[in-house]
């Protein structure tokens, strides 16, 4: 079965699958931090492109192989292999952003996600019809199997990681990995045999079909959609909307009297700062406790923020500026609208235009932008300029 194949066609079907896995995966991503509604719709919407790639990748797939020609494709085994394919696909992501499992809880995702992809596979290949029967290895259906279920694994566990440059990018080609994998697998164990069985048109004649140009028709549909939604997808999320001016340096603003800008952020700040010893984050389903002395830095996301501790990121309920008024100011530093690090952990300044980025410190380290306008402090704190601290 192998042998015959179009490699374009094998070629673009590894594309879409790629492409549907990293929008899957990227509004999966978006999920946390986002209202009850927002939520739902980014869970449909991931496993909506996530299953989409999957089965346009299978029937261009098929499309690619030497299958007879008189072959016609039953319409139910065909949406039933999508609506499985989608329902699992959609528990293993909601398990997986819901509660960031660890190790072992990725595992079942993956088994799940593994389940999904093979269950399309093989209910898709039997609502093939024609006089031939299909006979598979099933040394061959086990091997497709579990290169479903360990590249699901790799692609979700790179997600899950913050350290992993790229993640998202990264996840995704394991993503088209384990479709394509285990779908050129099970098609190298497959046989088509002259008929007799069950596949007989005559036998099915009272069935619903599609012949190959009318489903060559749905997957030219199924890749512009997967393909517009990535393209979509890559825009940022306040694409549109103006982006903020610095602020101006106290002096500056004192000199052209500009009054003092106020903090957009309505979240009352205490009477006393510095004063909180551990800040609490979400993971596991649990809530724990970071040493202020083990953070790096802070970002905001939405109405939370993700807290590092050198190691990895986890979501707190904190907003930016109740964060900014609980740490204590003397070590950390907001440079940024939507990030915060502490000072002793920086360990290099980078200038990027008017701009700059730190790194922190720790056994996986991270960078975190420094605003034009908060340039001149950091410098300063870190004895960079005269007079600096």
Same mark, same amino acid.
């Given at each position: 079965?192998?042998?015959?194949?179009?490699?374009?066609?094998?070629?673009l079907?590894?594309?879409?699958?790629?492409?549907?896995?990293?929008?899957? =995966?990227?509004?999966?991503?978006?999920?946390?931090?986002?209202?009850? %509604?927002?939520?739902?719709?980014?869970?449909v919407?991931?496993?909506g492109f !996530?299953?989409?790639?999957?089965?346009t990748?299978?029937?261009?797939g098929?499309l690619a192989a030497? =299958?007879?020609v008189?072959?016609?494709y !039953?319409?139910l085994?065909?949406?039933?292999?999508?609506?499985i394919?989608? %329902?699992v696909?959609?528990?293993s992501?909601?398990?997986?952003?819901?509660?960031?499992?660890g190790?072992?809880?990725?595992?079942?995702?993956? =088994?799940?996600?593994?389940?999904?992809?093979?269950?399309?596979?093989?209910?898709?290949?039997?609502?093939?019809?024609?006089?031939?029967?299909?006979?598979?290895?099933?040394l061959k259906?086990?091997?497709?199997?579990?290169?479903?279920?360990?590249?699901?694994?790799?692609?979700?566990?790179?997600?899950?990681?913050?350290?992993?440059?790229?993640?998202?990018?990264i996840?995704a080609?394991?993503?088209? !990995?384990?479709?394509s994998?285990?779908?050129?697998?099970?098609?190298?164990?497959?046989t088509?045999?002259?008929?007799?069985?069950?596949?007989?048109?005559?036998?099915?004649?009272?069935?619903?079909?599609?012949?190959?140009?009318?489903?060559?028709?749905?997957?030219?549909?199924?890749?512009?959609?997967?393909?517009?939604?990535? =393209?979509?997808?890559?825009?940022p999320?306040?694409?549109?909307?103006?982006?903020?001016?610095?602020?101006? /340096?106290?002096?500056?603003?004192?000199a052209?009297?500009?009054?003092?800008?106020?903090? *957009?952020?309505?979240t009352?700040?205490?009477?006393?700062?510095?004063?909180?010893?551990?800040?609490?984050?979400?993971?596991?389903?649990?809530?724990q406790?970071?040493?202020?002395?083990?953070?790096?830095?802070?970002?905001?996301d939405?109405?939370?923020?993700?807290?590092?501790?050198?190691?990895?990121?986890?979501?707190?309920?904190?907003?930016?500026?109740?964060?900014?008024?609980?740490?204590?100011?003397?070590?950390?530093?907001?440079?940024h609208?939507?990030?915060?690090?502490?000072m002793?952990?920086?360990?290099l300044v980078?200038?990027?235009?008017?701009a700059?980025?730190?790194?922190?410190?720790?056994?996986h380290?991270?960078?975190? *932008?420094?605003?034009?306008?908060?340039v /001149?402090?950091?410098?300063?704190?870190?004895?960079?300029?005269?007079?600096?601290?």
């Amino acid at each position: 079965m192998l042998a015959g194949h179009n490699p374009y066609l094998v070629a673009l079907s590894l594309a879409i699958a790629v492409l549907g896995g990293y929008t899957g =995966l990227g509004l999966a991503g978006r999920i946390l931090g986002k209202t009850d %509604l927002q939520r739902r719709a980014l869970l449909v919407g991931a496993a909506g492109f !996530l299953s989409t790639g999957i089965w346009t990748m299978h029937f261009i797939g098929m499309l690619a192989a030497p =299958l007879p020609v008189d072959v016609a494709y !039953l319409v139910l085994p065909t949406i039933v292999s999508f609506l499985i394919c989608a %329902l699992v696909v959609g528990v293993s992501i909601f398990f997986v952003v819901g509660s960031r499992p660890g190790a072992f809880g990725t595992g079942l995702a993956a =088994l799940l996600l593994g389940v999904g992809i093979c269950s399309m596979h093989y209910v898709g290949i039997h609502g093939l019809a024609g006089p031939f029967a299909i006979e598979h290895d099933p040394l061959k259906v086990l091997l497709s199997v579990v290169i479903a279920i360990a590249t699901a694994y790799g692609a979700l566990r790179i997600f899950l990681d913050p350290q992993v440059g790229l993640r998202l990018a990264i996840s995704a080609v394991a993503f088209g !990995l384990a479709v394509s994998g285990m779908h050129y697998t099970a098609m190298w164990g497959m046989t088509i045999v002259p008929a007799g069985g069950g596949h007989d048109m005559a036998a099915m004649g009272a069935s619903f079909q599609m012949s190959s140009q009318f489903v060559s028709l749905v997957v030219a549909c199924l890749c512009f959609f997967v393909t517009a939604g990535f =393209l979509l997808f890559l825009l940022p999320e306040q694409w549109g909307s103006a982006e903020p001016q610095p602020a101006l /340096a106290a002096a500056d603003a004192a000199a052209i009297g500009v009054p003092p800008a106020i903090d *957009p952020d309505p979240t009352p700040m205490p009477a006393q700062r510095g004063r909180i010893e551990r800040i609490p984050v979400q993971s596991g389903g649990a809530t724990q406790f970071v040493p202020v002395g083990d953070v790096r830095s802070i970002r905001a996301d939405a109405h939370y923020t993700w807290v590092h501790d050198g190691n990895r990121e986890r979501m707190c309920g904190w907003s930016i500026s109740e964060a900014e008024a609980q740490l204590d100011p003397t070590m950390f530093i907001r440079v940024h609208r939507s990030h915060i690090v502490a000072m002793p952990h920086v360990t290099l300044v980078r200038k990027e235009g008017d701009a700059a980025v730190v790194e922190l410190d720790g056994p996986h380290p991270h960078q975190a *932008p420094v605003s034009r306008a908060r340039v /001149a402090e950091v410098k300063a704190r870190l004895g960079m300029t005269r007079g600096g601290a």
